[in-house]
Structure formats: C-alpha cells, structure tokens
C-alpha cells in the first residue's frame, strides 16, 4: 500500500452554500495494481486523485501517502512529495513547447537538483521504457497525440516514483495510440508501480487489476469488465 485515504472527503464554501466534492472515503491505492477511477464528469473522481496526489489536502478524515501523514505536512514538504513520490499524466500531455523530447522529460531531474551525468542514465531509461528513443531530439509539435502521451509518461517516471497518476490519459488518442498507452501503464503496474488511471471510458478496464466508480461525491468498488 502506497496511499490511503480513512474517512477523507472534500468540500468547499461558495458564499452561504456547502459543496461536497468528495465524501468522507476509505480509500487504498497499492503498489504493483493498475486501478481505475471511473465516473462521469464532475462526479468526483478528479479530486479523488487530486487528493491522492497531495495538490490538495482533505477537508476531514486522514491521508496517508509513502508512510507521511499528508495533514501534517506544510505546502513546501508537499511540494517535495510531490516531486519525489509522484509521477503525474494528464489528458493534455502539458508538455513545454520549446523543449525537445528529452528535455522535456529531464525536467524534473533538474527541479530535484540531480547531477548531469545520473539525469542523462535517467533520462535514457525513462525514454526506453515507453519505446521513445528514437524521438528525443524531436519537438512536440512534430509528435503525434500518442507520442507526446508516451513522453508524458517518461517525464512521470524519471524521478523514479512510486506512484503514477493519470487524469484521462486517453481522451485525446486514437484507438491504437490509446491500446499503446494503456499497455505502457499496464507495464508499470507489473513493474511494482501503483498507478491509478482518472476516465470515464468502459473500455479501458480490460487493462485494470481494480477500479471504482465515483459518482455524486461517493466512492463504490465495481467489478471489472474485461470483455471489449
């Protein structure tokens, strides 16, 4: 187990009015499962990984992430987390523009102050593990959707995380950009990651060892469906 949530919720003030984003959760994420969050939008399920991720904390009950107690912890301890506990893949790959390939995955080396020699083996080995070598030097713009997927997920796993997030990684793809990314995650998950994966798409459970369904604030376990 990598994170936990024991009777978590969120919820935010707007004027004279309570909305609950979240409702108190028991919730484990663990190493070495690809789980899935499933449900439509504004269910939820985004604020279940936000909390997961530590961007923000519960409004009530406990977190737990890498044995820290995630309510204890000041936003800069957060920050560091964040940085070397957590890989994050998102819908729009929020890859830098001016960048190539590779210095787009070799950020987050630099933000943790790594040394140039072991940011380059990291670097190497991150874009080996999602078959992207060949495409270091190239700029996003001249990669496909699922290319610039892939190479959001080499930038989550070049600080070494133990976790990866992913907020609808697919949406944007094509049906074999999507079969690719969703095996690299499943990869991963074999390899000893958690990975939890944000969608609200049926067909991406055929690559789940779990999933849950999130819907008006409420967090339910569900059976997966492997069938296509």
Not at 4 to 25: F, H, N, W
Not at 104 to 118: F, I, Q, S, T, Y
Not at 190 to 196: L, T
């Amino acid at each position: 187990m990598i994170a936990e949530l024991k009777g978590a919720g969120k919820e935010y003030k707007t004027g004279d009015q309570t909305i609950v984003a979240l409702q108190p959760t028991d919730f484990q994420l663990n190493e070495g499962e690809l789980t899935l969050i499933i449900g439509p939008s504004g269910s939820g399920k985004t604020t279940l990984l936000s909390m997961l991720g530590c961007v923000i904390y519960p409004s009530y009950g406990d977190l737990w992430v890498d044995g820290k107690h995630i309510n204890e912890l000041k936003e800069r301890q957060l920050a560091r987390l964040r940085l070397e506990t957590i890989g994050f893949v998102f819908q729009s790959f929020n890859l830098l523009a001016p960048l190539s390939a590779e210095e787009n995955v070799e950020l987050p080396l630099k933000l943790l102050e790594v040394g140039k020699v072991e940011r380059k083996r990291r670097v190497q080995k991150a874009l080996e593990t999602v078959g992207m070598t060949d495409r270091r030097k190239s700029l996003p713009k001249v990669l496909s959707g699922g290319q610039q997927q892939r190479i959001a997920i080499a930038r989550a796993l070049v600080t070494e995380p133990k976790m990866v997030l992913c907020d609808e990684p697919t949406a944007s793809l094509d049906k074999d950009s999507l079969v690719v990314v969703m095996k690299e995650l499943q990869s991963l998950a074999r390899q000893g990651k958690a990975v939890a994966v944000v969608t609200h798409d049926p067909r991406l459970q055929q690559y789940a060892d779990r999933a849950v369904e999130v819907k008006n604030g409420f967090v339910t376990p569900i059976a997966l469906n492997k069938v296509d």
